[in-house]
């Protein structure tokens, strides 16, 4: 069973900035496809952005040209720079893994929450 834990989140002024990590229990280099979702309250989650093991990225519509993902195998993680952050991007945000047979794993979540 993969361990994911997510840290960084909490609670910050419009326009500014905060990066959450989020460490995996083995080997990064095992998941097709590392990837940060983001549950607001009332709301579906939704899909932020994408990093696949080949480094190819992927961001949603909302988010892209403020947010950056990236990996470091060396140390197991992968990372959501978040800049200039908006009052619509406060919701958990959560780490999810998928493997190579397909199996996904997820965090706990981290609170993100943006004041305007």
């Known amino acids: 069973q993969v361990q994911l834990v997510e840290s960084g989140g909490g609670l910050v002024q419009a326009g500014e900035s905060l990066l959450l990590s989020c460490k995996a229990s083995e080997p990064i280099d095992n998941f097709v496809f590392m990837n940060w979702y983001r549950q607001a309250p009332g709301k579906q989650r939704e899909l932020v952005a994408v990093i696949a093991r080949g480094g190819a990225t992927t961001y949603a519509d909302s988010v892209r040209g403020r947010f950056m993902i990236s990996r470091n195998n060396a140390e197991n993680t992968v990372a959501l720079q978040m800049n200039d952050l908006k009052s619509q991007d406060t919701a958990v945000y959560y780490c999810?893994?998928?493997?190579?047979?397909?199996?996904?794993?997820w965090g706990h979540g981290t609170q993100v929450t943006v004041s305007s």
């Open positions: 999810n893994v998928r493997d190579k047979v397909a199996r996904d794993f």
